[in-house]
């Protein structure tokens, strides 16, 4: 009663292929590995400009009022 034997998985297998169907089941296998293969390139791409990004330079002036942040603006509806 542990494990599922190498019957038990066939069985299992051929009632997805007869409910999917074999051409959903191909579709949803290339779908998978061009999701897997996007999520490469941008970890691949994230790292490329991380580390070409230089830190920005603090410039600290004691005489200069701080700049405000905040801007004010009103809603308006349409």
């Not at 019957?7 to 299992?12: E, G, S």
């Not at 579709?27 to 996007?38: H, R, T, W, Y």
């Not at 830190?55 to 004010?72: M, W």
């Amino acid at each position: 009663m542990g494990s599922f034997s190498i019957w038990h998985w066939l069985i299992v297998l051929l009632i997805v292929v007869m409910v999917f169907g074999t051409k959903k089941l191909k579709n949803i296998g290339s779908d998978l590995g061009g999701a897997v293969k996007g999520f490469k390139d941008g970890l691949k791409e994230g790292e490329s400009s991380a580390s070409a990004a230089t830190p920005p330079q603090q410039v600290t002036q004691a005489s200069q009022k701080p700049e405000q942040t905040t801007i004010d603006v009103e809603a308006r509806q349409k």
